[in-house]
Structures are given as C-alpha cells and as structure tokens.
C-alpha cells in the first residue's frame, strides 16, 4: 500500500504561482487536503508555504501585495542580473520552520544541479535556501552556491515534479501554471532570459501529465507576465474559478 492517498505536485511560473493559492483553497473546499506536495520555483514557494500549515488565503494575504523587486537586489552581472537573498530573507521571516523535517506536510522541492545537469528532489535539511535555489532562473537570477555546487531554477530540467510522489501516492494532482506559448516581441535582456528559460519549461509535461490522476491547467495563464506580481488577485480567482468548476469524485471516493 501507497504511503499517502493524495499528493499534489505545483509547477513554476513566477508570479502565476497566485494561482497555485487558488487552486488550493478550491481543493480545501472541495474536501481535498493533499498529505505530501512537490514543488518547483513559484511552486516550491506555494508549496513550502502549504507545508508549513498555513490556508492558501493566509498566503495570498501575505504574499499579495509584494513586488519582484521586493525579492531581488542588484547583482554583479557575472552569473545573474540579480540575486534572490531578499526570498530567501522574507520567507525565513514567514515560514517558521527552518528544516524540511519541521513542516507539517511532507514536501519534495525541485532543484536544478547546475553543474551535473540533473534534477534533485529534496525533502530533509535546511528549507529556505533550497526554496531560493528552485527559483532562480538561469542568467536572470545568480544560482545558488550549497557545497561549492550551483543550484538553478527546477523548471530548467522538471517544471512539474511528480517523480518524487508517483510511487508514494495512490492519487496524484499536478497544477501546471505555465503552458506553452507564442510571442511576438522581446524587447530586452530581461525578457531574452526570461523567454529563454520559459522554452524549456514544457520539455518532459506530457510524462508528467500522464502520472496525474487530475491534471489541472488554468486557462488564461499565458496573458499574465511571469515577473508581474500586479495582477495576483485575478491569478488567485483564476486557479479557484477553474477548480470550483471540476468534478473531484475520483479523489474522495
């Protein structure tokens, strides 16, 4: 028998992770309350928050009103425009917890090791830097140093991390937030790295789209600016309104 009954894996997307808030506080309502969470980036934040036990609208009320630059401070341009210790801060002041081990629900974050090229999937040991590392996007922001090894942005190499539940969970609920899409302008280095990473984002979703029992893709993400935090109240309406609308039966039978 599978350790947990559901398991629920949130994909990066930058400020799209609102919707993630949504999403959770429509599945609550439902009755749904997954026992273990794996996350990416903006879905690692989501996620460790959730983890840490507090409602999906006690973290959008937290989180409503920051801003990217809020996060970020200017960086040497030698292995990122930015640094993201300012996260790394903030969340060490609203999540209490300083390990993995002290969360109230098992969570796996998706890392990306920049120097073997391969996806790790952690779940022990300090909380926040590996938060931070999950969310830094390669050129944007600097990687992340843990062992004399650079940590990048999981999106890079698994956006969507449902290997960590998959023989762990009798029910898997995936949340993707970041859909492919077409643009016709890039204006500046900040939107090259940005578009650049956004690229590789959907590489493996079809695998992992097919371990989700439910399988959950807002419609409307790709209008919202990744890096724009001033539309979180129609990103948070938009991941409930979506769930409000689906049948859960196969997930509380």
């Known amino acids: 028998m599978k350790k947990y009954n559901i398991g629920i894996a949130l994909s990066g997307g930058g ?27 903006a879905g690692s934040i989501a996620g460790a928050l959730y983890s840490s036990g507090m409602k999906p609208m006690e973290i959008y ?20 425009l930015f640094t993201f210790d300012n996260l790394r801060k903030k969340l060490e002041k609203i999540i209490q917890q300083k390990t993995f081990e002290e969360l109230k629900t098992p969570l796996y974050i998706c890392i990306a090791n920049f120097n073997t090229g391969k996806a790790e ?30 940590y990048v942005d999981g999106g ?7 290997k960590p539940l998959v023989r762990k969970c009798e029910k898997i609920i995936g949340v993707n937030i970041s859909p492919y899409e ?31 029992h439910l399988y959950i893709e807002p419609k409307n993400m790709v209008k919202y600016n990744m890096h724009d935090t001033k539309h ?22």
Do not use: W
Request: glycine share 6%; proline share 4%.
């Open 15 to 41: 400020s799209r992770g609102f919707a993630h808030l949504g999403v959770l506080e429509a599945l609550n309502e439902k009755g749904v309350y997954p026992e273990v969470v794996s996350g990416t980036s």
């Open 61 to 80: 009320k937290q989180l409503q009103k920051t801003k990217f630059t809020d996060f970020t401070s200017i960086h040497l341009p030698k292995d990122g």
């Open 121 to 150: 999937y952690i779940s022990k040991g300090p909380l926040h830097v590996i938060i931070q590392a999950s969310c830094s996007i390669p050129v944007l922001i600097s990687p992340t140093i843990i062992n004399n090894t650079y």
């Open 156 to 162: 890079l190499i698994d956006n969507l991390p449902v």
């Open 182 to 212: 077409e643009v016709t302008k890039i204006d500046n280095l900040f939107h090259v790295a940005t578009r650049t990473f956004q690229i590789s984002l959907n590489n493996n979703i079809r695998y992992n789209k097919s371990k989700c």
């Open 232 to 253: 979180s109240d129609e990103l948070f309406e938009i991941g409930y309104n979506h769930v409000k609308k689906l049948s859960l039966k196969k997930l509380i039978k």
